[in-house]
């Protein structure tokens, strides 16, 4: 089975300053791992995944995040962000292996203030 | 990317009636499609795996009489929330992997947020 860890429930940071969301995983095989962002009353929208390959993925819209297995560790950044990424963030882990289902962490709202 | 839509996005109703909810995949057929819950404030919790043709499997804990799930075609899976009460005011999101491809990717619909009177 596995579970994800993010530690942090709120993440409040000032417009142009740059930004990391943790997300930590616990597998006993080899995953695929995501992040999706949601704003409010909406569904998820997919903002980056790793699946294989280069451990370093990066969104359209400037946000990053580097695949590190021995940290089992997918961290989200951005460089500098803006009021609109204001949303709550889920990271979220699969098995690679067939269909399985996607298991969520707790969620880190950013919260972009002027 | 595929497109999922979920209908209805809102939708209030009293106590004691029944309400359904229906996931689509538009553009893509889904042999596989899940069903979670959001709770305020919290992650989405998976309620149950909808399989194409066959009975829905349910997560630890969620009551299978009492959200019905049908996944009668490729393309619509249903949720029915069967005799509900206040406690079951959430707000519901269909997700389906697209069969083209084994990513684990998932799409998610805009979810459904039901109030229950």
């Known amino acids: 089975a596995q579970s994800v860890t993010q530690l942090d429930s709120q993440v409040p940071v000032f417009e142009e300053a740059p930004v990391e969301l943790r997300c930590n995983y616990s597998?006993?095989?080899?995953?695929?791992l995501f992040w999706y962002v949601q704003y409010p009353n909406q569904g998820l929208q997919l903002l980056l995944k790793?699946?294989?390959?280069?451990?370093l993925v990066e969104s359209i819209n400037g946000f990053e995040a580097e695949f590190n297995k021995s940290q089992t560790s997918f961290h989200l950044r951005k460089p500098s962000v803006h009021i609109s990424d204001t949303a709550e963030y889920f990271c979220?882990?699969?098995?690679?292996?067939?269909?399985?289902?996607?298991?969520f962490g707790t969620g880190t709202r950013l919260l972009v203030s002027p | 990317g595929a497109v999922v839509s979920q209908h209805p996005s809102r939708v209030i109703c009293k106590s004691g009636t029944s309400v359904k909810i229906e996931c689509r995949s538009l553009?893509?057929?889904?042999?596989?499609m899940f069903w979670y819950r959001q709770f305020p404030k919290k992650s989405l919790m998976l309620m149950a795996t909808?399989?194409?043709?066959?009975?829905?499997?349910?997560e630890q804990g969620v009551e299978k009489d009492k959200f019905l799930i049908n996944h009668a075609s490729l393309t619509l899976s249903t949720l029915t929330v069967t005799s509900a009460h206040p406690e079951d005011s959430s707000f519901y999101i269909c997700?389906?992997?697209?069969?083209?491809?084994?990513?684990?990717?998932?799409?998610f619909g805009e979810g459904s947020r039901l109030t229950v009177l």
């Open positions: 553009d893509f057929q889904a042999t596989t």
């Open positions: 997700s389906a992997r697209d069969g083209r491809g084994n990513t684990g990717e998932l799409f």
């Open positions: 909808s399989n194409e043709g066959s009975k829905a499997t349910y």
């Open positions: 597998s006993s095989v080899s995953v695929y």
């Open positions: 979220a882990v699969s098995a690679n292996t067939g269909f399985q289902k996607l298991v």
């Open positions: 790793y699946l294989s390959g280069s451990t």
